[in-house]
């Protein structure tokens, strides 16, 4: 069992930067963001494979955002910029057991989730 517990969340002007942490209790070499705006489906923002360093981000996010982590310290990262209205969102930490080649932006793919961190971006 992997608990995860986010961080970081907040309200920002459009253009603005947030940093979210995701404290990890064990370890996963695939881990990510998604977030869920209301009345909207959970959207995958990013992923990392451990091993590797290995990063892949969905389209809406690329060139903003970047996602890492400290295994050392268990925990996962994503580096929000240039802030836009419709990333506001709850963003959701995910964690789970797949290799490389399965480590992508599938909700499915993922076993342990975080309770999510609130960002609102006002233009």
């Known amino acids: 069992q992997v608990q995860l517990v986010e961080s970081g969340g907040g309200s920002v002007q459009a253009g603005g930067s947030l940093r979210l942490s995701c404290a990890a209790s064990?370890?996963?070499?695939?881990m990510a963001w998604f977030r869920q705006a209301p009345g909207e489906e959970r959207e995958g923002v990013a992923r990392?494979?451990?091993?590797?360093?290995?990063?892949y981000y969905g389209d809406s996010v690329k060139g903003r955002f970047t996602i890492s982590r400290d295994n050392a310290k268990k925990t996962l990262y994503l580096q929000m910029n240039n802030l836009k209205a419709e990333d506001s969102a709850m963003y959701y930490c995910?964690?789970?057991?797949?290799?490389?080649?399965?480590?992508?932006?599938?909700?499915?793919?993922?076993?342990?989730w975080g309770q999510g961190t609130q960002v609102t971006v006002s233009s």
């Open positions: 995910a964690a789970g057991l797949a290799g490389l080649g399965s480590c992508d932006l599938a909700e499915a793919r993922y076993r342990y």
């Open positions: 064990g370890y996963t070499y695939c």
């Open positions: 990392i494979f451990s091993g590797s360093g290995n990063t």
